[in-house]
């Protein structure tokens, strides 16, 4: 067994909480990332604020879908979004 199969072993439980967390809280996580991005903002005086908006939408992208995983509304669930072109055969 390697390292990374070890690591996944031990993080498998802490994974499903986490998901749970993000379920029942995922407006109060939003509102957090926004409330940090905007004090770093203003602490960089706007140098980074390109990179602070992307990074902001990555963590609200992730936890989106930690929050949906398993109820088939999130990304990579298998099932295409709703603006998806119809598949060709």
Known sequence: ???MDNLKAKLAPAK???SDF???HE???AQGLDKAAKVVDERTKGKYSD???TGTGKAKGA???LAHKGDGTA???GTPP???PPPTT
Request: hydrophobic share 35%.
């Open 51 to 53: 990179k602070i908006q």
């Open 75 to 77: 990304s990579g669930s």
């Open 82 to 84: 709703p603006d998806a």
């Open 1 to 3: 067994m390697g390292l």
């Open 22 to 24: 993000a379920q029942r």
């Open 16 to 18: 499903g909480k986490v």
């Open 27 to 29: 407006d109060k996580v």
């Open 63 to 65: 936890v989106d879908r």
